[in-house]
């Protein structure tokens, strides 16, 4: 199956500056890969995805890299505000066994200092 | 659209006792639907991948016997935590995937249940 490991686990920044988080995959035939923000206590909600015939895909202050032959992807937030401080996940999807299941990275916790 | 929801929101129950969780999509028909579980601080583990009409697929390490899973329709599943003990404390989240004809699949997640076994 598929293993996802996320660095950092936690991440501490000022208000304004960018926060970068960085997800590594095993299973080289993933072919989407979506970051969540989860608030405490909430359910996780999907903030942005990519899929493997892309490079990069931006939204905003969101943006997300995939490098397929190094099987790694980064989530990449510009211009952090307060409201941007969650739990951030990276996932791939896994079609071991033959279900689509998604493997979730270990998780970041983003602060954004005001 | 896309709504997912988890019924009871939070549960607390006694040693031994048995607590059933519903997992709904609202607005559209799941052809899978999962089920997490998340311990304070960390990831979501997938426990089960659940298919309408036939039996889940457990991940290693987690009893069947024990999470009874039940898919009884496209808009439906359930998961029962039976002989419930102090250790299966946790946030029960569920998820389901909604059919868009490739394999891309989005996940849409339900708000969670909170089990707390005393």
């Known amino acids: 199956g598929e293993n996802v490991e996320q660095h950092p686990s936690t991440l501490s920044v000022q208000e304004g500056d960018s926060a970068v988080i960085k997800c590594t995959y095993s299973?080289?035939?993933?072919?989407?890969f979506p970051w969540y923000k989860q608030e405490l206590g909430k359910r996780p909600q999907l903030i942005i995805d990519?899929?493997?015939?892309?490079g990069e895909k931006k939204d905003q202050r969101i943006a997300v890299t995939l490098n397929k032959t190094a099987k790694h992807f980064s989530l990449h937030i510009t211009e952090t505000q307060p409201e941007d401080s969650a739990v951030y996940f990276c996932?791939?999807?896994?079609?071991?066994?033959?279900?689509?299941?998604?493997?979730f990275g270990t998780g970041t916790k983003l602060q954004v200092i005001p | 659209g896309a709504v997912v929801s988890q019924h009871p929101s939070w549960v607390i129950c006694k040693s031994g006792t048995s607590v059933k969780i519903e997992c709904r999509s609202l607005?559209?028909?799941?052809?899978?639907m999962f089920w997490y579980r998340q311990f304070p601080k960390q990831s979501l583990m997938l426990m089960a991948t659940?298919?309408?009409?036939?039996?889940?697929?457990?991940e290693q390490g987690v009893e069947k016997d024990k999470f009874l899973i039940n898919h009884a329709s496209l808009t439906l599943s359930t998961l029962t935590v039976t002989s419930a003990h102090p250790e299966d404390s946790s946030f029960y989240i569920c998820?389901?995937?909604?059919?868009?004809?490739?394999?891309?699949?989005?996940?849409?997640f339900g708000p969670g249940t909170r089990l707390t076994v005393l």
């Open positions: 659940s298919n309408e009409g036939s039996k889940a697929t457990y």
């Open positions: 607005d559209f028909q799941a052809t899978t």
């Open positions: 996932a791939a999807k896994d079609r071991s066994g033959g279900y689509q299941k998604v493997t």
């Open positions: 299973d080289s035939a993933s072919n989407y």
């Open positions: 998820s389901a995937t909604r059919f868009a004809g490739r394999s891309y699949n989005e996940q849409f």
């Open positions: 990519i899929r493997s015939n892309v």
